[in-house]
């Protein structure tokens, strides 16, 4: 089997993986921030009750995603050798900032967060929370530091050395400030406000559909529906802005998410179709004339480059680019519905009787996952044939003396391993789910803390 191919397949299933949890985690602890602020402006205990059940589901969270994250550290070194000699100075000074700003930060406090409700006063027990919160977004901001970097490289220079060319950096401030970082940053943090805000709003529609913990569901609902309120319109903007940043530095990749093939052309906005790369074609498309020219340059005249601008080799694989950026903008577009027709419901006070919208709420928390896990293949695949855009071949990064075999070998334990640990991760969800708050902290332990 072809190595470079194995190669990709397990980064892309390592990855694929642990980006299940750190939106989750991010979105959450500003959830949890707004819960126990709450309770510590309004000495509610449902609000300590609240606070506390979703701690606890923010652990396990945490836990297994710092579990599912080392392994990728690895596979810089064996996979992917040459790759990291060639970014080691860029991405060294990322990840250490990572290392200082955000996982000391997050990790200090995680013990206070989790375990100090007794043992430390209220507003110190709010503090640690609000600390880790911070520590996910710092953790965020450096890694989307390091991809946009890849996608978008600046503030460095090429030398040689007995080892090969390698990138150094010459500016730390252009490095983390490169053309993509701002738009790619805002896209994820409010992708993962969102991710967040339907998990919160899935359990307490599921509760409220139970009969059980309804006080507690309808006020966790509610807090839910409003981060989902802001966060849903906000992906849209922030899409938007990074789509008009992927324009100016990687038109190729714009090209391929709408299949724009004729350069020097207007571009349309297909909303369906399906990529014949062999004909150079979109077919069963159906698209708005002209409308990608508007958006992107408020002309509809306006020409777009096209991929015919490009040689086929530095072309990326461009259906699966158009059909996972067209199933994300989808997805994105159903949660904006929701989140409106839930803040309807609720204005008009019927919000917790809607028993269809309460069970779609339910299920709903699975369509921000889909859509970061199809946002991250579109941006990343619509990178290639670029490892390092404009700089680095993917081919060119792949490890010299691993081979197929090991890759294979690794590829599948992997697998075996993620399958067991997400296993695991569903079964203590829906254990810490059924179990769900501790009543008893709307009474005495309420009471203690007001104490």
């Known amino acids: 089997m072809d190595p470079l191919l194995l190669a990709r397949v397990q980064f892309a299933l390592t990855i694929a993986f642990h980006y299940i949890f750190p939106p989750l985690s991010i979105g959450l602890g500003v959830i949890l921030v707004i819960m126990e602020g709450t309770y510590l402006a309004t000495k509610n205990p449902l609000y300590h009750a609240m606070t506390r059940f979703w701690v606890k589901i923010f652990g396990l969270i945490f836990a297994i995603g710092v579990a599912s994250g080392i392994v990728m550290e690895f596979q810089f070194g064996t996979n992917w050798a040459s790759y990291s000699r060639f970014v080691g100075d860029v991405f060294g000074s990322a ?54 970097w890849q996608q978008t490289p600046a503030g460095h220079h090429l030398v040689e050395t007995p080892a090969g060319v390698r990138a150094e950096v010459l500016s730390f401030t252009d490095v983390v400030l490169n053309p993509s970082t701002l738009d790619r940053l805002s896209h994820v943090l409010s992708a993962a406000f969102q991710t967040g805000a339907f998990l919160v709003i899935s359990v307490s529609a599921y509760y409220l ?61 297909s909303l369906f179709g399906w990529v014949n790369e ?21 002309d509809a005249t306006r020409p777009v480059t096209g991929l015919t601008a490009f040689p086929p080799e530095d072309r990326p694989p461009v259906n699966l680019v158009f059909q996972t950026y067209h199933a994300m903008v989808a997805i994105g577009m159903t949660l904006i519905v929701l989140s409106l027709v839930g803040a309807l ?45 404009g700089l680095l071949r993917t081919s060119d990064g792949l490890s010299k003396v691993v081979g197929a075999g090991e890759m294979l070998t690794s590829l599948v334990l992997f697998a075996l391993v993620y399958m067991l640990l997400f296993a695991l991760f569903i079964y203590l969800l829906d254990h810490k789910i059924r179990t769900g708050p501790e009543e008893e902290s709307h009474g005495l332990q309420g009471k203690a803390v007001l104490r």
């Open 95 to 148: 990840l250490a900032a990572e290392g200082l700003f955000a996982f000391f930060l997050e990790s200090g406090f995680l013990a206070l967060l989790l375990f100090g409700w007794d043992r430390v006063s209220p507003k110190m027990h709010f503090f640690s929370t609000v600390m880790v919160s911070l520590g996910s977004i710092f953790s965020a901001v450096w890694i989307i530091v390091a991809n946009s």
């Open 209 to 269: 559909i139970r009969n059980r913990h309804a006080e507690f569901a309808r006020a966790s609902l509610k807090i839910g529906l409003w981060i989902a309120l802001i966060a849903s319109p906000l992906q849209l903007l922030t899409g938007h802005s990074s789509a008009i940043g992927v324009a100016r530095n990687q038109p190729a990749k714009l090209a391929a998410l709408e299949g724009h093939y004729r350069d020097g052309a207007p571009a349309a906005m």
């Open 278 to 298: 062999r004909e150079e074609k979109v077919e069963f498309s159906v698209a708005i004339p002209g409308m990608l020219s508007w958006m992107l340059y408020g």
């Open 345 to 389: 419901c609720w204005l008009r006070g019927v919000l917790f009787e809607k028993r269809w919208l309460l069970w779609t709420f339910v299920f709903a928390v699975g369509l921000p996952q889909i859509a970061n896990q199809l946002g991250w293949i579109s941006a990343e695949v619509g990178r290639q044939p670029w490892i390092v855009y």
